[in-house]
């Protein structure tokens, strides 16, 4: 479904953008990329300012018109100020357009089109969009830059698609973020135990102060790399303690 849900980016002026828009679509799992006339491309600004997402930078199709880049399109969302005198369906909050783009994204490539930095979309190529959108912003300073407007969408996108139940989204936390097994944190305990009647602060098994020492635990949560450092000063006390 993402890969249906294509960034296009009109007349880029500054290469740099082009890979900050990349690097913004990477990280919420957008790959498909078209460029219409961009003034400098490729550059080497580009691959710096992607910043890990050189690849959608290398792999970013280069077309000489909007209409060329959106033939294919089911949907057309213009990101732009809203144009009154045009009747296109305009989404004010960009999660209702996330969600309407990702429906249609299920079955047909959909687009959502970035205008120039300086004047964004032109009269004529948002009536080529079947949509426009805004983002709210500060009305004092409402001024977000290319790669940040991209950003914006690109999350409220992935959001989107994520919430839907056949996404099968999961987020991916690393062994050590995870939380520890049960067996863990009966070994962590146990080794608690021995070092409070080691140490004397207890002298012999006392159930009642266990029991608030596994409900402190038990509501702190800690990862398996947090438990890990605490058997570590564990290990490290036990080193100082008289032998038995």
């Not at 890979?19 to 498909?32: E, N, P, S």
């Not at 939380?179 to 098994?205: A, N």
Request: net charge negative; aromatic share 6%.
């Amino acid at each position: 479904m993402l890969s249906n849900i294509r960034i296009v980016l009109v007349q880029t002026f500054h290469p740099g953008n082009i890979g900050a828009a990349a690097r913004a679509m990477k990280t919420m799992g957008l790959t498909d990329l078209v460029l219409v006339n961009p003034r400098q491309f490729p550059d080497p600004e580009a691959s710096r300012l992607a910043a890990g997402a050189e690849d959608l930078v290398e792999g970013a199709r280069v077309v000489g018109s909007l209409a060329e880049a959106v033939s294919d399109c089911v949907q057309v969302v213009g990101a732009s100020a809203r144009l009154r005198s045009l009747p296109l369906p305009h989404f004010d909050e960009p999660d209702e357009m996330a969600r309407d783009v990702v429906e249609n994204a299920a079955h047909d490539p959909v687009a959502l089109v970035f205008g120039r930095e300086r004047f964004g979309l032109t009269k004529d190529e948002i009536g080529l969009c079947s949509h426009q959108v805004s983002i709210p912003a500060n009305p004092d300073y409402g001024i977000l830059n290319l790669s940040q407007a991209v950003q914006v969408l690109a999350y409220e996108t992935f959001k989107a698609w994520r919430r839907r139940p056949e996404s099968g989204y999961r987020p991916t936390l690393p062994a050590e973020e995870r939380q520890p097994s049960r067996e863990q944190v009966g070994h962590f305990h146990d080794h608690l135990g021995r070092v409070m009647q080691r140490s004397g602060f207890i002298t012999q098994p006392h159930a009642r102060t266990e029991a608030h020492l596994h409900a402190l635990f038990a509501r702190a949560q800690p990862s398996r790399r947090e438990l890990s450092l605490l058997r570590g000063l564990l290990a490290s006390l036990e080193g100082h303690l008289p032998e038995e």
